[in-house]
C-alpha cells in the first residue's frame, strides 16, 4: 500500500512539475539562436552553422502552432516523461524518490531550461529519454515485442541527440555499447554482437539518410569550415598569449598581416573564457574572413604537433573555464525572455519580451548561482558516484543508466578539444544525466544495502533471483 502512494506522489509531483515548467516559460524562452532556428524552420531552409535537425523540428511544431510552442511541450514531455516511466522501472518507489522529485522539479535545470529553446536541451532531453529506454528494455528484456519497441524508441531517441549536436554522435556509440553488454550479459556473445551490430548498422544509415535529407535544404554553406577556422584561430590566438615570442611559420610566410593581427589584436583581445572578444578587432575578423581553411589548419597542426604542452596548457585553461566556471555570471547559466535579429522576429510575427514573470524566473534562477545545483562540477562528481555504485549494485536496468553517467563524462571531455566559451548550457546534459541517476537510485535506495548486509565474498552469487533476471 505504501509503496503505491509514494509512486503516486511521485508521479503527482513530477507531472505538477512538467505542468509548471510548460506554464512558466510558454511559449518558450528564445535567444538569438533560438530565433534564427525557429526562421529557418518555417522558411524551410537550412543555415549550415547549426545542426538542421533543430531547425527541421522547430519547423514541424511551428506547422500545427505558430512558434515553438510545441518544440517547448517535446522538450518537456521527453524529460519528465522519462523520470515518470521510471517509476515503472521497479517493484516498489522509495518515498525518499517523492523527496528527490520535489527537490529536482525546483532546480533552474528543470523549471527554467527545459522551456528554453536551444539544441543543448533537445540534446540533452533526447539522451536521458534514449537511456532510460534502454533501461526498459533492459529489464523487461524476456518480452521480445516490448523489448523491440523500447529499443526502437531508445535509438530513436539517441539518433535524434546524435543529429542535434556536432559532437553528439558520441551519446549513441555508447548507446549501442550499453546494448552490446546488456545483451551479453543476457544471452551471451554471440547475441551481444549481432545486437551491436544490427543497431551499429541502422543507425549510421539513419543518420547518413537524415543528414543528406535534411542538407539537401541547406543554404551548402561553409558553417562547419567556419567554426573550425575559428577555433583554431583561438587555439593559435591563445598559444600566442601564453608565450608570445611563439613562432608562426605558416603564416609568416603566407599572410605576414594576418600573424601581425594575432600577435597585436589578437593578444590584446583573448580571453580563455570565450571567443567573442575577438571581434572587438575588424581588422582580425576580416582576415579570419578570407583566410584560406588548409592555411589556419597547418599552422594549427604546428602548433599541436611542434608544441604540444602549450597547446595543452591552452586548452586545459580554456575547458576549465567551460567545465568549473569560475566566474558563474560570466557563463551565462540564465537566460529569460525573447531576443534576436529584428529581420527574423519581424518575419515570425513575434515580439521581444522581457515581462514581469521572465524577470521573476530569471531572479530565482539567478538565486542558485554560486552554489553546487548550478555547477557542472558538482554534478559531474555526483555522475562519478552514481557511476560507481550502479557498477557494485548491478541491478536490472543498471547498465543502461551507468551508461548514461559514461556517455556524459565522454561528451564532456569533447570540449577539451573543441570549447570557445563558457556558456553554461554547453553541458547542460551532465547536469540532466546526474539528476536523472541521482533520482533512479532513489527509488529503492535499501536495494543495494539490503544485499550488501549478507555479502560475504562473492557479490554476483548472492544477489537475489529478481537481480539476476
Avoid at 522551456?115 to 529519454?129: E, I, N, Q
Avoid at 537511456?131 to 528484456?141: G, K
Avoid at 546494448?179 to 549510421?204: F, Q
Avoid at 551565462?332 to 534576436?340: D, L, M, N, Q, S
Wanted: aromatic share 12%; charged share 15%.
Amino acid at each position: 500500500m505504501w509503496a503505491g502512494k509514494s509512486r503516486a506522489g511521485t508521479a503527482a509531483i513530477l507531472m505538477a512539475g512538467w505542468i509548471a515548467a510548460l506554464l512558466i516559460s510558454w511559449p518558450g524562452q528564445l535567444s538569438y539562436d533560438s530565433i534564427v532556428q525557429l526562421h529557418d524552420g518555417r522558411m524551410g531552409f537550412y543555415h549550415s552553422w547549426h545542426p538542421p535537425v533543430m531547425a527541421w523540428l522547430l519547423g514541424l511544431g511551428d506547422f500545427v502552432i505558430r512558434g515553438a510552442g510545441l518544440f517547448v511541450v517535446l522538450d518537456t514531455t521527453l524529460f519528465f516523461g522519462a523520470l515518470l516511466s521510471l517509476l515503472w522501472i521497479r517493484q516498489r518507489v522509495s518515498w525518499i524518490a517523492t523527496i528527490v522529485a520535489a527537490g529536482l522539479a525546483f532546480l533552474p535545470q528543470c523549471l527554467l531550461y527545459q522551456g528554453v529553446v536551444w539544441k543543448d536541451v533537445l540534446f540533452a532531453d533526447c539522451t536521458v529519454a534514449g537511456f532510460v529506454c534502454l533501461a526498459h528494455a533492459e529489464v523487461r528484456w524476456q518480452r521480445r515485442s516490448v523489448r523491440f519497441a523500447l529499443l526502437c524508441a531508445a535509438f530513436a531517441l539517441l539518433i535524434l541527440a546524435a543529429l542535434a549536436r556536432q559532437n553528439g554522435l558520441i551519446v549513441l556509440v555508447a548507446g549501442i555499447l550499453a546494448l552490446a553488454v546488456i545483451a551479453w550479459r543476457k544471452t551471451g556473445a554471440g547475441s551481444a554482437l549481432l545486437h551491436g551490430a544490427i543497431v551499429l548498422i541502422l543507425s549510421m544509415a539513419v543518420c547518413v539518410a537524415a543528414t543528406l535529407a535534411l542538407n539537401a535544404r541547406s543554404d551548402h554553406g561553409e558553417g562547419t569550415t567556419a567554426q573550425l577556422k575559428l577555433l583554431r584561430l583561438y587555439d593559435i590566438v591563445g598559444a600566442v598569449a601564453t608565450r608570445p615570442g611563439l613562432p608562426l611559420p605558416e603564416l609568416q610566410v603566407d599572410s605576414p598581416e594576418f600573424e601581425h593581427l594575432i600577435r597585436t589584436d589578437g593578444v590584446r583581445l583573448y580571453s580563455p573564457e570565450r571567443n567573442d572578444t575577438l571581434v572587438g578587432s575588424q581588422a582580425l575578423q576580416a582576415q579570419l574572413a578570407i583566410a584560406k581553411p588548409e592555411l589556419l589548419k597547418a599552422q594549427w597542426a604546428d602548433l599541436v604537433v611542434h608544441h604540444p604542452w602549450l597547446y595543452l596548457k591552452v586548452r586545459t585553461v580554456e575547458f576549465g573555464w567551460v567545465f568549473l566556471t569560475p566566474d558563474i555570471a560570466d557563463c551565462r547559466p540564465v537566460f529569460t525572455g525573447i531576443e534576436g535579429p529584428a529581420s527574423e522576429m519581424e518575419d515570425l510575427g513575434i515580439a521581444p519580451r522581457h515581462s514581469p514573470s521572465d524577470l521573476t524566473l530569471e531572479r530565482y534562477a539567478r538565486s542558485f548561482m554560486g552554489t553546487p545545483f548550478l555547477s557542472h562540477a558538482f554534478f559531474a562528481v555526483l555522475a562519478l558516484v552514481i557511476l560507481i555504485v550502479l557498477l557494485r549494485r548491478r541491478a536490472p536496468g543498471d547498465l543502461a543508466m551507468t551508461a548514461m553517467q559514461g556517455a556524459s563524462f565522454a561528451f564532456t571531455a569533447t570540449f577539451f578539444m573543441i570549447s570557445i566559451a563558457c556558456d553554461y548550457r554547453y553541458l547542460y546534459f551532465v547536469d540532466l544525466a546526474a539528476l536523472t541517476g541521482f533520482f533512479y537510485l532513489a527509488l529503492e535506495p535499501g536495494y543495494l544495502f539490503q544485499v550488501r548486509a549478507i555479502w560475504s565474498g562473492s557479490f554476483w552469487e548472492l544477489r537475489s533471483d529478481e537481480r539476476k533476471s
